[in-house]
């Protein structure tokens, strides 16, 4: 969570550290390497000889896989992917609150917007002000560093 903190009006806020593009990088190709065997599966499944399938279902699948995914770790895990989670970040909406049902689905497919023109929506956060990403600034979101204290052990020597 965030450091509560309050402002010159006396009013409670919350500060974020963002995340780094290299951690969000990071945690994009973890979560890509996580779904190539669920893609490939449903990929052979549909297109196997005994399926009559036409290729709408097939590009459906494929684009319906990743989006399931990515809406189940954002609403039902704390806004992190397991790739996000390895990297000790997650996604959160620009006021501070988790994400629902609709954003996680609008971020999901503005993945897709972001990858259009040689990824272009994913290096705009390289020269955005908050590191957003189109398709943070569709969902309205951030991608944060979590400040959950990482389990020490103390070693007498």
């Not at 190539?36 to 684009?63: E, K, N, Y």
């Not at 790739?83 to 954003?103: C, P, S, W, Y």
């Amino acid at each position: 969570m965030g450091k509560k903190r309050k402002n010159d009006h006396g009013d409670d806020r919350r500060v974020y550290e963002l995340a780094g593009l290299v951690d969000r990088l990071a945690a994009n190709l973890i979560d890509s390497f996580l779904l190539i065997l669920p893609l490939t599966i449903a990929a052979l499944i549909i297109s196997s000889p005994g399926h009559h399938l036409s290729m709408q279902l097939v590009q459906f699948a494929l684009l319906a896989i990743p989006v399931a995914y990515h809406w189940y770790f954002w609403t039902r895990r704390d806004g992190q992917t397991p790739g996000k989670f390895a990297l000790g970040i997650r996604v959160i909406k620009t006021d501070g609150g988790e994400m629902n049902d609709v954003d996680a689905v609008i971020r999901a497919i503005g993945y897709q917007v972001s990858s259009v023109l040689f990824g272009l929506g994913f290096i705009w956060a390289l020269f955005d002000k908050n590191n957003q990403s189109w398709h943070d600034k569709m969902a309205r979101t951030y991608v944060v560093r979590c400040s959950k204290r990482r389990k020490t052990v103390d070693i007498r020597v």
